[in-house]
Nanobody, 121 residues
């Protein structure tokens, strides 16, 4: 099993920045990729950023050019640097990991609390 804990959310004004963290523990040797998801009120959860073990990253169009995902292998963590935040970025943010051919939290449907990001003036 893998345990994932997100942190770093908060209230920020439009145009501001936040850096989210996701720390993993447990069977981390089996992780092949990491992803950030978010779920806004009354909306479906969506994947917004992915980074593979080789360092390749991919972003949803809605965040491309504003968000950057990075990985810290030594500390079994990933980060999401969010710049030029907009009110529509308001959501609960979650991380997820790819183990084998399945995304861990998607398969278990257990997402935890995530970290709340609120962009408002």
């Amino acid at each position: 099993q893998v345990q994932l804990v997100e942190s770093g959310g908060g209230l920020v004004q439009p145009g501001g920045s936040l850096r989210l963290s996701c720390a993993a523990s447990g069977s981390i040797f089996s992780i092949k990729a990491w992803a950030w998801y978010r779920q806004a009120p009354e909306k479906e959860r969506e994947s917004i950023a992915i980074i593979t073990n080789s360092g390749a990253s991919h972003y949803a169009e809605s965040v491309k050019g504003r968000f950057a995902m990075s990985r810290d292998s030594a500390n079994n963590a990933v980060y999401l640097q969010m710049n030029t935040l907009k009110p529509e970025d308001t959501a609960v943010y979650y991380c997820n990991v790819l183990i084998g051919v399945s995304w861990y939290r998607t398969q278990s449907d257990s997402w935890g609390q995530g970290t709340q990001v609120t962009v408002s003036s």
